[in-house]
Nanobody, 125 residues
Framework: QVEMLESGGGLVQTGGSLRLSCVASERTFTASRMGWFRQAPGKEREFVAVFSYIGGGAAYADSVKGRFTISGDNSKNSIYLEMNNLGPEDTAVYYC??????????????????WGRGTQVTVSS
């Protein structure tokens, strides 16, 4: 069973920055893409960003474009999320996820096969 291990969450003031990291526990596991989702209290889990290991492409939710940057390291089965200019609306639990295939749209949680337990990001105003 592949485990996704997130780190890097915390408390930051408005305008601050955080860097999230995620690594898959199995080195032999080959993901087609890895992404980040977030879930705020009382809201559904929403797509944040995705990194494709084939071609190295990335995509973002409109709400984070220009502020967040996702990157990946295939050799380490890892992805990172650099978050800048954070605001209270970014407060949520952030989840890392890995997909084996490209069968479904990357914005859908069902497209991903493995999930981390989440890391809390809190932005104070």
């Amino acid at each position: 069973q592949v485990e996704m291990l997130e780190s890097g969450g915390g408390l930051v003031q408005t305008g601050g920055s955080l860097r999230l990291s995620c690594v898959a526990s199995e080195r032999t596991f080959t993901a087609s893409r890895m992404g980040w989702f977030r879930q705020a209290p009382g809201k559904e889990r929403e797509f944040v960003a995705v990194f494709s290991y084939i071609g190295g492409g990335a995509a973002y939710a409109d709400s984070v474009k220009g502020r967040f940057t996702i990157s990946g390291d295939n050799s380490k089965n890892s992805i990172y999320l650099e978050m800048n200019n954070l605001g209270p609306e970014d407060t949520a639990v952030y989840y890392c996820a890995a997909a084996i295939s490209y069968a479904m749209s990357y914005v859908r949680p069902l497209a991903y096969d493995y999930w981390g337990r989440g890391t809390q990001v809190t932005v104070s105003s």
